[in-house]
């Protein structure tokens, strides 16, 4: 497989980071035995940066991969949208 990169992937990255550093902070809280409301909140925040990576990439996938229009850009395609 030849390597993968488009203009979006250090976003994609950031926002990984970001998610990572609130699950962080969620495992902290259940430790501290911080109140519920406060821990969901965060998982939120979890919850909402994984899928604007996921929709960012994807969208990604779609505009520069798609665009091809060849058979295994379709079949990737297929392939993506079961995580949508």
Do not use: W
């Not at 979890?46 to 060849?70: M, P, Q, Y």
């Amino acid at each position: 497989m030849t390597p993968h990169k488009h203009s979006t992937h250090p976003q994609i990255i950031a926002r990984l980071k970001r998610a990572h550093g609130h699950l962080a902070k969620v495992i902290a809280m259940l430790d501290d035995q911080e109140p519920c409301p406060d821990i969901a909140q965060q998982l939120f925040a979890v919850e909402k940066a994984i899928t604007n990576a996921k929709r960012t990439l994807i969208h990604d996938h779609v505009d520069h991969c798609l665009a091809s229009g060849d058979a295994d850009s379709v079949d990737a395609f297929k392939t993506i949208t079961k995580y949508l």
